[in-house]
């Protein structure tokens, strides 16, 4: 062990080298860790790297789910990759899982190789000498079902690195085992990356390691704009929250927990203002929402479309002020914000503020060194950055979006789930890997509501259905043709009809006749 010990120091001072690193522990680093596993790595091909202390989650459920009073969702429930209905991939499957496809054959080959100086029958006992079952194998006879009972009962009792401990010394220095053999996904958690040097390959954390690459996969997603970058001071308060990861949302839980029955305001009219003023209400508190567009939603909703969603929030009680933003906030003397000032005066006592004004990609550590292009890391259609060593997924990648024909870069869960995923193919299977053609997709679940949209949202409108609270909807047709589509309370099939429809882009002659038509039109596509 403390041979063990002293090898992984060494390791860290001279810099561990892997084939693969995946920078960022989020939404795509989880997904395309579950591709490269399946399309087969060997042990310790794989690094990912985290700033976050856990692995892989699914970040939509810490707006909804985990901010419920009643059996809100909890790690390990939603580490990736549950939210598309697949294996959930827990800290054990990163160190293990690997290991089960490959160490079988690792093992008879390691075994095969040995078994030349095995002129006996040899007993294996576990390191205390009791408890495991003896393990016999002859010259040219490898009992691969005795070490896979050896092998799994290891993986129950400690860690795999210890496998090797098990055989005979005179056994284990022939056999061509190395480190390697016994590793799973390497997990660098809790550890930011503060440099990269694409020329070198190299990273370096904050802890001082250099980790090296063959192949690199940039996840780093992005984050949360913060009030100070818009002049506004006090957002280290103890009652303003802001919400990207595990942490924010445990303090948002422990600060909403401490004011229920009071009140809060809600800074920013997007995503996360609406999804948390919705978890705010359900855990009895007033909420008041501030937003400087004439409406919720403005960069996606038309007017007709806020003017529902913001009826149904007003019926729970929520308070809209628009068309103004935060000036500055009031504290008391333990520094706690007691009021919020608005640019045009208004005064609002509050208990809590909660802040969702955007964000920004991680792109500076690779700020000239790669190309960036809307706010993002560019990549071609094959997830690849200007250094054909460099790959770029998720938030961070500004991408080409075929159906647009233009470079976008999508803030949204499904397009960092589909673009880890196929990074990982081009990489691993490029000759068999066309050009990324992703339909951007967006969706939300608010109280009981729940929406989805396909495409792009510009154009002329088409609204449909029923805006009294039934299903309802809108397609955006650009110069004659369908690039966008949104439904309100739909099943799956309706749902796949829109999405459809969108990939399909048909031509539209008649508009009143689509409104007309409604659902039934992207039904008959
Ligand atoms: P992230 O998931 O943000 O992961 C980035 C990771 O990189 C983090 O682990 C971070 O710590 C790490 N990192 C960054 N820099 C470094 C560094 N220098 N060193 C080491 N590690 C680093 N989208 C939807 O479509 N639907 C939703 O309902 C939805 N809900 C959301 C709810 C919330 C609260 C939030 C914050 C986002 C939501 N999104 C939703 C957006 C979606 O979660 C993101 O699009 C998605 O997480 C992007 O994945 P990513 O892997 O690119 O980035
Ligand atoms: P959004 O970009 O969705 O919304 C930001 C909102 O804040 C906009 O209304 C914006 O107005 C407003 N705003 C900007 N500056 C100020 C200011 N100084 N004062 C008040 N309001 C301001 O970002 P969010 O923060 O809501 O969401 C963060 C990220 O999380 C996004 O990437 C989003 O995609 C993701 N997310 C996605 C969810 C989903 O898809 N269901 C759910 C939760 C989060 P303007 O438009 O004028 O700038």
């Given amino acids: 062990m403390l041979l063990l010990l002293f090898h992984r120091e060494r390791e860290r001072e001279m810099g561990r080298a892997f084939v693969y690193v995946i920078l960022g522990g989020g939404v795509a680093a989880g997904y395309a860790a579950l591709e490269f596993s399946r399309r087969g790595i060997s042990p310790g091909d794989l690094c990912v790297i985290s700033e976050e202390p856990v692995v892989p989650y699914e970040r939509p459920a810490l707006s909804k789910g985990f901010l419920l009073p009643e059996s809100p969702a909890r790690l390990p429930s939603f580490h990736t990759c549950v939210g598309a209905n697949d294996e959930r991939l827990t ?7 690997e290991l089960q496809n490959k160490l079988t054959e690792n093992m008879a080959a390691a075994m095969r190789g040995a078994s030349h100086m095995l002129d006996k029958r040899c007993a294996l006992k576990d390191k205390k000498g009791h408890g495991m079952n003896e393990m016999y194998w002859t010259k040219n006879n490898f009992d691969s079902e005795a070490s896979m009972d050896i092998l799994s009962r290891q993986k129950r009792s400690r ?3 210890n496998l090797p401990l098990l055989f005979p010394t005179s056994i284990r220095e022939n056999m061509p085992w190395n480190d390697d053999t016994f590793r799973g996904i390497e997990l660098v958690l809790g550890t930011r990356v503060k440099c990269a040097d694409v020329r070198r390959k190299t990273l370096l954390t904050a802890t001082g390691e250099t980790i090296s690459y063959n192949i690199l996969i940039i996840a780093t997603g992005a984050r949360a704009l913060k009030l100070e970058e818009f002049g506004v001071k006090g957002s280290e308060a ?12 445990n303090r948002l839980v422990s600060v909403m927990q401490s004011n229920v029955g009071g009140n809060a305001v809600v800074i920013g009219g997007g995503y996360i203002g609406m999804e948390c003023a919705a978890s705010l209400v359900i855990n009895k508190i007033n909420v008041t929402m501030v937003f400087p567009e004439a409406h919720c939603m403005a960069r996606l909703f038309t007017p007709k479309i806020a003017e529902y969603y913001e009826e149904y929030y007003k019926s729970k009680g929520v308070n809209f002020i628009k068309g103004t933003v935060l000036s500055s906030f009031e504290n008391n003397a333990e520094g706690k914000v007691t009021a919020v000032i608005l640019r045009d005066g208004t005064r609002i006592t509050t208990d809590m503020v909660v802040v969702g004004i955007g964000i920004r990609a991680n792109t500076s550590l690779f700020e000239g060194q790669l190309n960036m292009e809307k706010g993002g ?5 094959r997830l690849q950055t200007s250094n054909n060593s460099v790959y770029a997924v998720g938030d961070v990648a500004a991408f080409p979006v075929k159906l647009f024909g233009e ?5 949204h869960v499904d397009s960092a789930r589909q673009s880890a995923k196929y990074a990982v193919a081009a990489i691993m299977a490029p000759d068999k890997t066309a050009d990324f053609n992703y339909l951007p997709f967006f969706y939300s679940r608010v109280f009981s509501l729940s929406w989805q949209f396909y495409g792009d949202n510009v154009g002329e409108v088409a609204h449909y259905g029923d805006f009294s609270g039934g299903t309802f909807g809108a397609y955006w047709v650009n110069k004659g043709q369908i690039v966008g589509a949104f439904l309100e309370g739909g099943n799956k099939e309706e749902y796949d009809a829109i999405a459809k429809t969108t990939r399909y882009k048909p031509m539209v002659q008649d508009m009143a006749e689509l409104e007309r038509l409604g659902l039934d039109f992207a039904l008959q596509v």
Avoid: F, M
Wanted: charged share 35%.
């Fill in 238 to 249: 103890d009652n303003v929250c802001y919400l990207r990861d595990l942490a924010d949302a």
């Fill in 91 to 97: 800290p054990k499957w990163y160190q293990e899982h």
């Fill in 159 to 161: 860690s795999l690195e």
């Fill in 407 to 411: 470079t976008r870069r999508l803030e």
């Fill in 377 to 381: 890391i560019k990549v071609n259609g």
